[in-house]
Every structure is written in C-alpha cells, then in structure tokens.
C-alpha cells in the first residue's frame, strides 16, 4: 500500500524557515513534487523532483528561496523554506508519480500525480 506522510509544517515568523519532509512507503517514484494549498485558492505547484538526473524544478515564486532535495536510501523527499513570506501560507502537499518521469512541461500539473499525502500546514505570520 503506497503511503505519503508530510511532517514539519508549523508556525513561523514571515523571513524565517520551516523544512518539510515526506516520507514515502510502498514503492519508489520516478517524479515527487511539492505543491501548495491557501484557502479559497487552488491547489497550485511549488517544486518538484525528478529521480534520474535529479532534476528539481521550481515555481517562479518560491525560486531562490525553497530548495527540494530527496535521500534515495529511506525514499524521503525534504523542502527547505527559507525567506518565508505570508503568501507562502498554505497547506502543503507532498505528491508522487507512478508512471515515467513527468516532462518539464507536465512537472507542475496536479493532475499528473497519481498518489497524494494528507497535508501539513504552514502559517507564517507577518
């Protein structure tokens, strides 16, 4: 049974940092992202990861400040959050790929992941 858990979100003051982790269970996935939820709004891409090459891509508006890495050995995937501002708060999710690696193209499509975790919430305060 494939599991995603999140862990790590809080409360932090806008400028500080918060690191997320998912932990991912049941089999290993090709492509892993992050992706983001504030209330009324849509659920919307921040990062993702491709195993082979690991290549990472980012939104524009997370660039420079969040870094995504992931440890092959225990199948986790991390998000460092630096600089963090108030429109950065939002329930963030951890995402996975069943299938072969997403594309650039397609790497920030919800739509594309097949295997969702529950969300963990990240307040910063201004």
């Known amino acids: 049974q494939v599991q995603l858990v999140e862990s790590g979100g809080g409360l932090v003051q806008a400028g500080g940092s918060l690191r997320l982790s998912c932990s991912a269970s049941g089999r290993t996935f090709n492509t892993m992202g992050w992706f983001r939820q504030a209330p009324g709004k849509e659920r919307e891409f921040v990062a993702a990861?491709?195993?082979?090459?690991?290549?990472?891509h980012y939104a524009d508006s997370v660039k420079g400040r969040f870094t995504i890495s992931r440890l092959n050995a225990d199948n986790t995937m991390y998000l460092q959050m630096n600089s963090l501002k108030p429109e950065d708060a939002a329930v963030y999710y951890c995402?996975?790929?069943?299938?072969?690696?997403?594309?650039?193209?397609?790497?920030?499509?919800?739509?594309?992941?097949?295997?969702w975790g529950r969300g963990t919430q990240v307040t910063v305060s201004s």
């Open positions: 990861i491709r195993w082979s090459g690991n290549m990472k």
């Open positions: 995402a996975a790929r069943s299938g072969a690696a997403l594309i650039a193209g397609h790497i920030g499509v919800v739509r594309e992941y097949d295997y």
